[in-house]
């Protein structure tokens, strides 16, 4: 994995408020922090397209929105699902945290397969589920 992942944040957060304490007088210590907040983004590549084939409605839909575009723009463009988000209800609390989302990386081919992935959880937990959806796909 290129970059740094939400352990390597953590970490250097809990170096930043220990170094707060020692130099500059900060009101710290190990119990200060009772919740941890993630968000994780990666880009990832699949041997697969993880959003084509989610929901055959889906696919439909963009059959019939691909031949009205036909008709109205005399162009042949295909649509098809290019984001997946699963979010919570944010009148549920205040200070949404992060969705789950899958979607075609910015300035990618959607045949390249390319994805921005983004996750509230911790990155090596969202890779795992990245590799989950995606055995699951393949499997379907």
Same mark, same amino acid.
């Given at each position: 994995?290129d970059?740094?992942d ?5 970490e250097a957060l ?8 020692? !130099? *500059?007088g900060?009101?710290? /210590?190990d119990?200060t922090i %009772?919740?941890?907040?993630?968000? /994780?983004n ?6 697969i397209?993880l959003?084509?084939n +989610?929901?055959?409605?889906?696919? !439909? +839909?963009g059959?019939?929105? /691909?031949d009205?575009v036909?008709?109205?723009?005399r162009?042949? *463009?295909?649509f098809q699902? /290019?984001?997946?988000?699963i979010? +919570?209800d944010?009148?549920k ?9 899958i979607?075609?990386?910015? *300035?990618s081919?959607?045949e390249?397969?390319?994805?921005f992935c ?9 890779? %795992?589920?990245l590799e989950?959806f995606e055995a699951s796909l393949?499997?379907?």
């Amino acid at each position: 994995m290129d970059g740094s992942d939400t352990d390597e944040a953590h970490e250097a957060l809990l170096d930043l408020l220990e170094w707060g304490r020692r !130099e *500059l007088g900060l009101n710290y /210590s190990d119990s200060t922090i %009772r919740r941890w907040a993630y968000v /994780s983004n990666v880009v990832i590549q699949s041997d697969i397209s993880l959003l084509l084939n +989610i929901n055959p409605v889906l696919n !439909e +839909i963009g059959q019939a929105v /691909s031949d009205l575009v036909r008709i109205n723009l005399r162009e042949d *463009l295909v649509f098809q699902p /290019s984001k997946l988000y699963i979010g +919570i209800d944010p009148q549920k609390r205040s200070g949404e945290p992060a969705a789950f989302s899958i979607q075609h990386r910015g *300035l990618s081919l959607f045949e390249e397969r390319c994805y921005f992935c983004e996750a509230p959880i911790p990155t090596q937990d969202h890779l %795992r589920l990245l590799e989950k959806f995606e055995a699951s796909l393949q499997k379907a």
